[in-house]
T-cell receptor, first 115, second 120 residues
Framework: AQSVTQPDIHITVSEGASLELRCNYS??????LFWYVQSPGQGLQLLLK??????LVQGIKGFEAEFKRSQSSFNLRKPSVHWSDAAEYFC?????????????FGQGTILTVHP | DTGVSQDPRHKITKRGQNVTFRCDPI?????LYWYRQTLGQGPEFLTY????????KSRLLSDRFSAERPKGSFSTLEIQRTEQGDSAMYLC??????????????????FGPGTRLTVL
């Protein structure tokens, strides 16, 4: 069955430190991949998406993600974390076999930022 | 505000009661999705509408759940005879159909703030 795995449930970093959140996908010769962020009490906001082409994708808020087919990974990175980045992050891909894009999400990674 | 809105934001109910949630998508979006998110998990797909047609329902959507989108605009999700296991965040999202030669799967889904349901 198709799945998206986020191995890290909770990550803590210091403000100003670099960040990498891991995501592994299991479906698709040409996967479409998304990273969403969810702040407490808020809906999900799209950070970035990958369809094809350049494997390094730039997103909003200074985030980027790198698609690595050989590792089935789409890790999210940020060179310098801000306190406002504390939130929960979800990797997602469209469920296989559909044309309308229902999403399968990973279980999420909670990011805590220490001052 | 042109984002996706959901009402109510919070709902506390007693087991066995019926509840109804509303979602207003972005006006030009014809696709609407419902997801459920439980604590510590990512959202799980419940159902999908294209215009007024409900095209898919997840097996998570038991017979106690019903969703409608009567005029292809707002949508409602009703849960009858609520159970404690129904406690969750219910998220609504909307999107454009495919365009610019890209498949629909590529299109961003815009999410509402969710309705948090607590069943006592």
């Amino acid at each position: 069955a198709q799945s998206v795995t986020q191995p890290d449930i909770h990550i803590t970093v210091s403000e100003g430190a670099s960040l990498e959140l891991r995501c592994n996908y299991s479906y698709g010769a040409t996967p479409y991949l998304f990273w969403y962020v969810q702040s407490p009490g808020q809906g999900l906001q799209l950070l970035l998406k990958y369809f094809s082409g350049d494997t390094l994708v730039q997103g909003i808020k200074g985030f980027e993600a790198e698609f690595k087919r050989s590792q089935s990974s789409f890790n999210l990175r940020k060179p310098s974390v801000h306190w406002s980045d504390a939130a929960e992050y979800f990797c997602a891909e469209p469920a296989g076999g559909t044309s309308y894009g229902k999403l399968t999400f990973g279980q999420g990674t909670i990011l805590t930022v220490h001052p | 505000d042109t984002g996706v809105s959901q009402d109510p934001r919070h709902k506390i109910t007693k087991r066995g009661q019926n509840v109804t949630f509303r979602c207003d998508p972005i006006s030009e979006h014809n696709r609407l999705y419902w997801y459920r998110q439980t604590l510590g998990q990512g959202p799980e797909f419940l159902t999908y509408f294209q215009n007024e047609a409900q095209l898919e329902k997840s097996r998570l959507l038991s017979d106690r759940f019903s969703a409608e989108r009567p005029k292809g605009s707002f949508s409602t999700l009703e849960i009858q005879r609520t159970e404690q296991g129904d406690s969750a965040m219910y998220l609504c999202a909307s999107s454009f159909p495919g365009g610019q030669g890209l498949p629909s799967s590529y299109n961003e889904q815009f999410f509402g703030p969710g309705t948090r349901l607590t069943v006592l």
